[in-house]
């Protein structure tokens, strides 16, 4: 169907290192994340090659996605590391978070920035963290619009608080170098 597109077996040892190993293998210069639970429209591929073509090299690309009866458009994150908050460009918070389910990013961005395996969830606020200290920006980009299927969520919702809580101190600590910060969040968040 695609004959420029070939599939690369992950190492299985879970989502990020899947991640990983496929923008590892990638050979062109922007790569786009599609999970086995997602639907894409007929023209997707047409979309994302024409974003490509007028897009920034520095500029991660966030699509927007139907899951069910919402419309999930790209957040930010609350000070507890939960998505929601919207961007305001306008008191210079842009937009920091991709939906990986609708996304194109320039292959540049696996330079400076990785996917943790040890994230089960939280991975691409832990992956744009890493890229907009590097640089990168993201915006939004209404045209890579895709359908999430309906799953259950049980088996992974367990690890949501935890992955929240790593990415978040992650971010604070590491990525944004903000000891304060994160010494706050490591004292408030059990509370919150």
Do not use: M
Not at 15 to 29: D, E, K, L, M, T
Not at 117 to 144: I, K, N, P, S, T
Not at 176 to 189: D, G, I, N, T, W
């Amino acid at each position: 169907l695609f004959p420029f597109a070939r599939c690369v077996a992950g190492p299985r040892r879970g989502i990020g290192a899947n991640r990983r190993h496929g923008s590892a293998s990638a050979r062109a210069p922007w790569v786009s994340f599609l999970d086995d639970d997602v639907v894409v429209p007929p023209d997707f591929v047409a979309r994302l090659a024409a974003l490509a073509e007028r897009g920034d090299r520095r500029t991660i690309y966030s699509g927007v996605v139907v899951d069910g009866d919402e419309v999930v458009r790209p957040s930010n994150q609350t000070f507890w590391g939960h998505f929601g908050a919207p961007p305001a460009p306008a008191r210079g918070r842009p937009l920091e978070n991709v939906n990986l389910c609708a996304n194109l990013v320039p292959a540049a961005a696996f330079r400076v920035a990785s996917f943790d395996e040890r994230l089960l969830c939280y991975e691409d606020a832990d992956f744009c963290a890493q890229a907009r200290a590097a640089g990168f920006r993201v915006e939004l980009a209404e045209a890579l619009t895709t359908t999430h299927l309906p799953v259950e969520r049980a088996a992974y919702s367990r690890h949501l608080t935890r992955c929240r809580f790593y990415a978040t101190l992650k971010r604070y600590l590491l990525v944004q170098r903000r000891p304060a910060r994160a010494l706050a969040y490591l004292a408030l968040a059990p509370l919150h």
